[in-house]
């Protein structure tokens, strides 16, 4: 036991029935023998208890927990810190509050930090732009509010960012240019405020735009501009208060664009009328 690196709870399979869940809380003291663990994976379960109760940092090789869809509870400690090995951390879809504490920004090898789907809350981190190597940051579903953090540009690696129906409450920092590898801009419904931002065109790995149901006015880009990125698969940008002439997808090219509920001519939303 004591050179098991990897353990994993996933729901039990009997024959000829659906899987049965995990319940109950995860048994740590029986795993304290693992001094070697590195994957922590507990998926699909009704496990419950707190998310990361301090025994967790027994287990200081640990590069992987995953507790996607538990009924795990909060807050996430700041002693979370002392897991200096952590690469990915997923504990989405539980019932987890509290804030993102000051401890996840210092670790530095963090590729994948996902916690959407949750009850946690407070203002976004400016601090984790310090996550250099982040590839995925997942924070949508829950109650953070902005700004958003101009620092988050330095995530120069960060691929997809989920930030549906977050309060945000401002326009996209012109800073996130800097995310030079995006490719999945994810923020439904998250109260973004101002003119469309263009600068997301300007990433040349960017191939989906989800903007729908926020708050942003004024005329989309010129189509040679809008549609300019040859990766764009997807622009999104229903129920918002757009307005001008909806620019023209140019022949050949093959993109989901979705603009209904603006304020675009001839035929605007009622919406647009109301005093």
């Not at 090995?85 to 504490?101: C, E, F, H, W, Y």
């Not at 923020?187 to 990433?203: K, N």
Request: with cysteine.
């Amino acid at each position: 036991m004591d050179n098991a690196a990897m353990v994993a709870l996933n729901p039990a399979f009997a024959r000829g029935r659906k899987p049965e869940p995990l319940k109950g809380v995860i048994p740590w003291r029986q795993m304290r023998a693992l001094g070697n663990l590195q994957l922590l994976r507990v998926v699909g379960n009704d496990v419950s208890g707190p998310v990361l109760p301090g025994i967790i940092f027994r287990f200081p090789k640990l590069k992987e927990i995953m507790f996607l869809d538990n009924k795990m509870v909060g807050p996430i400690p700041n002693t979370v810190s002392a897991l200096k090995s952590l690469q990915k951390l997923d504990v989405s879809m539980n019932r987890i509050t509290g804030a993102i504490p000051p401890g996840i920004a210092t670790l530095t090898s963090l590729t994948w930090l996902a916690l959407s789907q949750n009850r946690m809350s407070g203002v976004l981190p400016a601090a984790l732009g310090n996550l250099r190597q982040l590839r995925k940051l997942d924070l949508g579903g829950n109650g953070f509010r902005g700004p958003m953090p101009p620092s988050w540009g330095a995530l120069k690696r960060l691929e997809l960012i989920n930030l549906q129906k977050l309060n945000l409450g401002g326009p996209v920092p012109a800073a996130w240019l800097g995310m030079v590898s995006m490719k999945h801009f994810v923020a439904p419904a998250a109260r973004i405020r101002g003119r469309f931002p263009s600068g997301l065109l300007r990433l040349s790995q960017i191939s989906d735009i989800i903007l729908y149901n926020n708050r942003l006015w004024g005329p989309l880009p010129p189509a040679g501009q809008l549609f300019a990125p040859r990766t764009l698969t997807q622009l999104d940008v229903r129920g918002n208060y757009l307005n001008g002439s909806v620019p023209k997808v140019p022949a050949g090219r093959l993109i989901d664009f979705k603009y209904f509920s603006n304020c675009f001519l001839p035929k605007p939303s009622p919406k647009c009328t109301r005093s």
